[in-house]
């Protein structure tokens, strides 16, 4: 079955990095796009990024864009965000989960915590 | 781009039945959206992906009591037979293009 699990999480300064990572399994990881998804204490779901199955689109949600990458590689089934510029805005949980055009997000990782603090 | 409305919070009792509601934005009445349940402290699931017509495909495992239906620009989720398991916060999701929107989230309590 699909699994997604995501790592790179902790606790970073205001103006720090952090490389998030999704490791995919159970499905053809190469003929999928995947997005992250966030969730910050006590709020909704934010889509945050996209990655089409060969890399060669992305999409960001405003509120991160030329702070945030998104980026894969096919031959360790894995996507990563690359996270700079952090702000205390970004304080979340942050979840990968699988892409099929034009269907819904039909499987989540278990979810990685960004925390933003001084 | 779409917005998606939900009410924030919905109560009923064990055993009986709740509709949620998810508003589509003016000009994307006909766009498919899916439904996601968020348990405390867990990650989202998927629940089912909802057509304009009310048709509707649940994901693996999804219980019957879970059903779909749909009125112009409103989709609909119904949860028969309440469980407490049940209680969690229920998100409808649409997309356009590569890009995903979530509605705000619908807290459901079972009393």
């Known amino acids: 079955q699909v699994q997604l699990v995501e790592s790179g999480g902790g606790v970073v300064q205001p103006g720090g990095s952090l490389r998030l990572s999704c490791a995919a399994s159970g499905f053809t990881f190469s003929r999928h796009g995947m997005h992250w998804v966030r969730q910050a204490p006590g709020k909704g779901l934010e889509w945050v990024a996209f990655i089409r199955y060969d890399g060669s689109e992305k999409e960001y949600a405003d509120s991160v864009k030329g702070r945030f990458s998104i980026s894969r590689d096919n031959s360790r089934n894995t996507v990563y965000m690359q996270m700079n510029g952090l702000r205390i805005e970004d304080t979340a949980v942050y979840y990968c989960a699988k892409d099929l055009a034009g269907e819904p997000l039909d499987s989540w990782g278990q979810g990685v915590l960004v925390t933003v603090s001084s | 781009q779409p917005v998606l409305t939900q009410s924030s919070s919905a109560s009923a009792s064990l055993g009986s039945s709740v509709k949620l509601t998810c508003t589509l934005s003016?000009?994307?009445?006909?766009?498919?959206i899916a439904w996601h349940q968020q348990q405390p402290g867990k990650a989202p699931r998927y629940l089912m992906k909802l057509e304009g017509s009310g048709n509707s495909n649940k994901g693996s495992g999804v219980p019957d009591r879970f059903s779909g239906s749909s009125s112009g620009a409103d989709r609909y989720l119904t949860i028969s037979n309440l469980q407490s398991e049940d209680e969690a916060d229920y998100y409808c999701?649409?997309?356009?293009?590569?890009?995903?929107?979530f509605g705000g989230g619908t807290k459901l309590t079972v009393l």
């Open positions: 999701e649409t997309w356009d293009s590569n890009t995903r929107v």
């Open positions: 003016s000009g994307h009445s006909t766009y498919i």
